[in-house]
């Protein structure tokens, strides 16, 4: 049976920690195992015709975590910036990057505004990488635009609808079709809140540095199970 691919999929990569941990090893050890993952599983996907992957890479809420980790995973984003950088021209896919720049170094800013110039006619795909990322935050910076635009006279208040906030998110992407996260957590932890409107949910108990293509084509298998209504009624 041929597969419907999802044009859109997310990741919540997830279970690093726990997955060193298990192993006796320092939990950055697992940080270095799944950008390996990452690496493999994106090729994969736009390989499989997915127009448009997200991953979450780093939320608002990590900052909490011991500076020695913050730091492991700051250095492994501009190593893998560096690296994956060729592959990531090579293949056509447009790299853009979701989330705020504060509090990011300009080490790492400078390497995301790289990607995203000279990767920016690319027509392959879409690579979103959420860093510093925050669902919530996300629709708020929308919201502090659209409002200044109506402060401004641009926008009536009475204009506003939800297919204008597209344009005011960190980008301009389409809705989510199906969402995988890893190690057995149940919840969004305040990922494309917006973009994840109507996605297709899909969990797994393997940690993130064990996933694999036959992973994401178990996802694949079960989202063709899906029956998707959007609210109507089964034809
Ligand atoms: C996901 O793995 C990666 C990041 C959040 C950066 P975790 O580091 O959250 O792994 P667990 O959940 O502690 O196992
Ligand atoms: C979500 O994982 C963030 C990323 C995968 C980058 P967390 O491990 O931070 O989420 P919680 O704390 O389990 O909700
Ligand atoms: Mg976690």
Redesign the pocket.
Known sequence: MELNIPNHVAII???????A?NRNYK?TK??QM?AKVLKKISEYAFNKKVKVLSV????TE?WKRSKEEVDY?MNLFVSIFKENYESMKKIGVRVVFSGLRSKLSDKVLKLIDKMTLETKDNKNGIFNICINYGGQDEIVEATKKIASKVKEGIIDVNDINKEMYNDYMFNDLPPIDLMIRT?G?YRISNFMLWQMAYSELYFTDT??PDFDEKEFDLALESFNKRDRRYGGVKK
Do not use: K
């Open positions: 990569m997830d279970g690093n920690g726990r997955w941990q939990r697992g940080h799944g979450f890479a780093f939320s990590n995973i190690s957590e940690l993130w």
